[in-house]
């Protein structure tokens, strides 16, 4: 049975409900199946043994989401061998043209629009508007989940401060 769990989340203020499971530090994350830019299937065997940070996403055209995949890109220099992932269920077209656009080379950009399969394995489905809910999540090499950050407002910034102290742990 699918978790659903109501009014978790609130978008300009109107509560939302949240499927799937949560996620919480110390659990084993999830494998998942979304799709890269080039429309071929990405899991995490695709970047085992490295860190990884998956910063969730509602829609990648809009403000707080542009900023927040253009931080991890920024950051990503500075990170040596960690992957950056950057999930959506944006189009893989849409999400090759953001990236061109803007400029996007060090991070993975991946559509979850297919199957869901990152959402509801992470507990990150909007269900009333069939996307993600914004939230940050760190793997270690391990694939352990060292950090979860869901937004209990999706339309505001993660703690990006909190997050890159987290991975910087890990380091």
Do not use: W
Request: with cysteine.
């Amino acid at each position: 049975m699918l978790e659903k769990r109501k009014g978790i989340i609130t978008m300009q203020g109107n509560p939302m409900t949240l499927l799937g499971t949560e996620i919480k530090v110390g659990d084993t994350a999830p494998d998942f199946t979304v799709l890269k830019n080039d429309l071929t299937p990405f899991s995490l065997k695709d970047v085992e043994e490295k860190i990884k940070i998956i910063s969730v996403v509602p829609s990648i055209d809009t403000g707080v989401c542009e900023f927040q995949t253009t931080f991890f890109n920024q950051e990503a220099a500075s990170l040596g061998d960690v992957a950056i992932l950057t999930i959506s269920v944006d189009l893989p077209f849409a999400q090759k043209r953001f990236c061109g656009a803007k400029g996007i080379d060090a991070v993975i950009t991946l559509s979850d629009h297919k199957d869901l399969s990152f959402g509801l394995n992470y507990g990150f489905v909007i269900e009333e508007l069939r996307l993600l809910s914004r939230g940050i999540v760190i793997l270690d090499k391990e694939n352990k989940v060292r950090y979860v950050e869901y937004l209990k407002e999706v339309t505001n910034h993660p703690d990006y401060e909190k997050a890159m102290t987290a991975l910087k742990e890990l380091l």
